[in-house]
């Protein structure tokens, strides 16, 4: 392995080989990726590619490894480093720190779509907007509070630009009145509840790239 190793009780929880995770900091990031292996703080993955085709990272590449570790976000920093003599081909990362987020803390951006919230037992049916999601929940606003804590409620997301909808069990977690008051005047946070590892990778992406498209539009590199 490089000679540059870190203590892994140091730089946090890594993520586990076979774990999906998304690479940050590369032109054409955020990639999906697949962990490979796992030694101490030195983290290799598959190489990243967009179409099938290879993304070079070059050595000491600063770059963000986003994952999860026991259901709660991740961020490690890291520099890419050269693939030792002998070691197999792949993306070979110098882990220097990981940031654990609590799911309160999970990296929120604006989204604008059509939601619908299903539950029988209270009786809800709910039509909502979405204001926001994170990789672990989403805001809504509704036209009357949803206040069952504690409670699985289906949630359907409606993505539209043919992409399918999502659907997923969630939880509120907070309900408030908006100040702004309109048609839709109750702000209800809800969070997302037994994911499947499928559904984590999806909504995951979903806020990367939503993430990646926001950032170009400050910039006006649209």
Known sequence: PPAARNDATRVGPLPAPGQAAWIEGIPAGPLEVCVEQVDAAIVRTDLPRVGGVVIPVRARTSLELHYTAASVPCVARARAVATPAGRPDGLWLVVDSVERMQRREAVRVPLAVMAHVRCDDPCVDEVAATEDISSTGVLLRTTK????????????????????????????????????????????????????????????????????????????RE
């Open 145 to 220: 509070p949803i206040d069952a804590r504690g409670v699985p409620m289906s949630l359907t997301i409606h993505l539209g630009d043919g992409e399918d909808d999502f659907a997923c069990l969630a939880e509120v977690a907070r309900v408030l009145r908006s100040p702004h008051g309109g048609t839709r005047p109750w702000q209800v946070g809800m969070c997302f509840s037994g994911l499947e590892r499928v559904d984590e990778e999806r909504v995951t992406r979903l806020v990367f790239e939503r993430q990646r498209e926001l950032r170009k539009r400050a910039t006006g």
